[in-house]
Structure formats: structure tokens, C-alpha cells
């Protein structure tokens, strides 16, 4: 979402995006749609596990593939990783805006959304509805077996279509 609003308000700063597992805004009808989906009440429940089983069930979410962690390791990232749960909460409500409000800024700049194809927490139908709100100077590219960490989960591939992107808009910039 940053990335979206910084392109909007600077767009000679920012030329080309390639966003990943992201929405140009955090919408109610996305967010109960996501929530709804996986089982969750809140996105604080979500994103800010309570406890080893609850970080599990993020983890499992947010990745298509299953990847173990020791339990002593888990323990210990929830100790460092979500301490201020109640103000982090509260920033994460604070995301959410009504679909009514939503707009869609005209950018200007070549767009690539690549997603992961199992992306469980904004899934590719919403890349797909973003890529025709956005227009024409968007492309989308998946990855197959890969979630919403996609770029973890497949870095080589993620970082083929990358420099594909980047080569294609670097050419198009020297031309101009």
C-alpha cells in the first residue's frame, strides 16, 4: 500500500512497481473476505499470533509450502517479533478503510503484481481485479506453488521475473 501511495504522490520518484501480496488499500470487503476465508475474527488475530499455534497458523497461511521450525524458535519470535500487541493492533484497524471510500489512483508507471498462485491471504483473483483497476500499464505474472511469501518460498523464479521486468522497463527508459 506504501508503495502504491508513494508512486501516486511522487511519480517522477518512483518510475516502475512490482508489488507482491499487497492491495492498493486495505478495504472492509477485503479484509472480511480474507478473514472470513481462513477462519479469523480480527487481522490483529491474524497477523499477531498469541502463541506457537498461532503463529503455525499464520505461517501455514502465508505459504504454500510447509516449512518446520523448532518450537524453542517460535516461542522465541513471538517473544521478540510481536511485543506491543496492543498499539500494532490498533494500527492494523486503523488500515482498514470502507470499500465506498476506496479510490483507484490513475499511476502512471509500468506496474508488475507478481503473486504467489496460492497467495491464501490475498489470493489472485484480487491480483487480477487490482491489474484491470490499475490498466493497461499493468501485467501480472504467478508463480505456481507458491503463497503470499511468495518471493521466500520460489526467490529464484520471483527474482526471473524480476529482472525480465526490469529489464524490459530499463530499455523503455533508455529509448526515452
Sequence with gaps: MVAFKMAELKPKLVRNLVISGSVLA?????????L??????????LLLPETVEGLKALQSFAMYKKIWFPEFL???FLEVMFDHRKERAELLEGLVISNKDATVPALP?????LWGENDNIFNVQIAKDMKEQLGEKTSIQTIDKAGHLVHLESPCRYNQHLKE?????TSEHALE
Design 109 to 113: 508507471q509500468r506496474i508488475l503484481l
Design 74 to 76: 517460535m516461542r522465541d
Design 26 to 34: 486495505m478495504t472492509d470487503l477485503i479484509t472480511d473476505a480474507a
Design 36 to 45: 472470513e476465508r481462513l477462519g479469523m475474527r480480527s487481522s490483529a488475530e
Design 165 to 169: 521486468f526490469l529489464a524490459a522497463v
